[in-house]
C-alpha cells in the first residue's frame, strides 16, 4: 500500500468514524452539563479525534506541492465553502442564539475554523518537507503559541497549537499504518481506552474543555507557563496513545460504511446546521431530562444523521456549496 492508492477501506473507515465522532461531540455539548459518565466519554473523544483527523489531513497532503492546479483545488474544496459556511453558521447563530449578524471571515465561526485552518496547513506542507526536523519544530511552536496572547483571527491559536498533528501525518509512511492494522496493536488499543475512559471519569467534569480544543492560552486557562507546558506535553503524550489506540481499532476492510469515506466533507460541514436547528426547536433540555436514555437517543440521531448527510440525494443538492467549481473565466489556459 502506498500513499497514491485511490481508495483504502482502511482509511475510509477512519474517516467516517471520525466524521460520526465530531458530529456526537457537538450534539452532546448541548447536554453534556451535569452528566458525570457522558462528561467522560466527551472528554476522552476530544483528547484524540481531531489530531486524528488531523493527521490523515496532513498524510494526504503528501503530494502537495503548490502547484496551480492544486491549489486551484484547493481553492475550490476548501477556501470557497469556508466563506460559504462562515455566513451559513453566523446567520444560524444570529436566528437561533440572537447573536448579531457580523461577516467577519477572518474569524471563523463554529466548526468553520477546520476549514481556515486545514487551508493554512495544506499551503504550509512545501515548507515542512524542506527543513529537517519538522515535528520538533512544529511542536516548539505550538508550545510557545499557547505562551502569548494572540486573537482567534483566522483560527491561529488552533492552527499553530493542532500544527504538529498535521506535520506528523506528512511525516508517516504506509508502515507505520501497517503496525497499527496488526492484531496486537488491537489487544493493546482496548485497555488503553478504556483506561482513559476511567481516567476521564474519575476527573470529570474537568478537564476545562480549551485544554483539548487548543483555542486559548496558558493564561486564559489559570495556570502558570510551566504549568501549562508539563501539561500540554502531556497532552501531546496521551494525545498520541489514543491516536494509535483509535487507528488500531479501525476496521481494515470494506464495511457497510466505507463508501462514505469518500463524501466526509457533506455531512462535516451540515451537521451543525442541524444542531442549531435542533436548539432552535428546543429539543436539548427534554433529551437530558431523559438521563441516559435521552443520551442514547440523542446519539443514535446523530449517527443516522451523519449517514443521511452523506447520500445521493444530499449531496447533489449541496454540491454548489459543499464542491464549488471556479467559473472558467478564473482558470487559466
Request: with cysteine.
Amino acid at each position: 500500500m502506498t500513499t497514491s492508492d485511490p481508495r483504502d477501506p482502511f482509511f475510509d473507515n477512519a474517516k467516517v468514524l471520525l466524521i460520526v465522532l465530531v458530529a456526537l461531540g457537538h450534539s452532546w455539548e448541548q447536554i453534556v452539563g451535569g452528566t458525570h459518565a457522558l462528561r467522560a466519554v466527551h472528554t476522552v473523544i476530544y483528547a484524540f479525534h481531531m489530531p486524528a483527523f488531523i493527521l490523515l489531513c496532513g498524510y494526504f497532503s503528501q503530494r502537495f506541492t503548490a502547484r496551480p492546479d492544486q491549489i486551484r483545488r484547493l481553492i475550490e474544496g476548501v477556501a470557497i465553502p469556508y466563506l460559504v459556511f462562515e455566513a451559513a453558521y453566523t446567520a444560524a447563530n444570529s436566528v437561533v442564539r440572537g447573536e448579531p449578524f457580523e461577516l467577519t471571515p477572518t474569524t471563523p465561526t463554529y466548526l468553520c475554523w477546520f476549514l481556515i485552518a486545514l487551508f493554512l496547513w495544506r499551503l504550509s506542507a512545501p515548507l515542512w518537507r524542506a527543513i529537517r526536523h519538522p515535528l520538533a519544530i512544529a511542536t516548539l511552536i505550538s508550545l510557545a503559541a499557547g505562551l502569548t496572547t494572540m486573537s482567534y483571527d483566522l483560527a491561529l491559536p488552533r492552527v499553530l497549537m493542532f500544527l504538529p498533528w498535521f506535520v506528523l501525518g506528512l511525516c508517516l509512511r504506509p508502515e507505520h499504518f501497517d503496525f497499527l492494522r496488526t492484531e496486537t496493536a488491537r489487544r493493546c488499543a482496548v485497555p488503553a481506552l478504556i483506561l482513559a475512559g476511567a481516567g476521564a471519569y474519575l476527573l470529570a467534569p474537568g478537564p476545562d474543555d480549551h485544554w483539548l480544543s487548543m483555542d486559548v492560552g496558558y493564561s486564559e486557562l489559570g495556570v502558570s507557563w510551566q504549568q501549562y507546558l508539563a501539561l500540554r506535553i502531556a497532552l501531546f503524550a496521551l494525545g498520541a496513545v489514543l491516536v494509535a489506540a483509535f487507528f488500531a481499532c479501525v476496521p481494515r476492510g470494506r464495511t457497510p460504511f466505507t463508501g462514505l469515506g469518500a463524501v466526509t466533507m457533506y455531512p462535516f460541514l451540515l451537521h451543525g446546521l442541524l444542531i442549531r436547528a435542533g436548539e432552535a426547536a428546543g429539543l436539548y433540555p427534554g433529551l437530558k431530562s431523559l438521563g441516559l436514555a435521552g443520551q442514547v437517543i440523542l446519539s443514535a440521531a446523530v449517527v443516522t444523521m451523519v449517514v443521511l448527510l452523506s447520500t445521493p440525494p444530499v449531496r447533489r443538492l449541496f454540491r454548489p456549496l459543499v464542491e464549488p467549481r471556479l467559473p472558467r473565466v478564473a482558470v487559466p489556459r
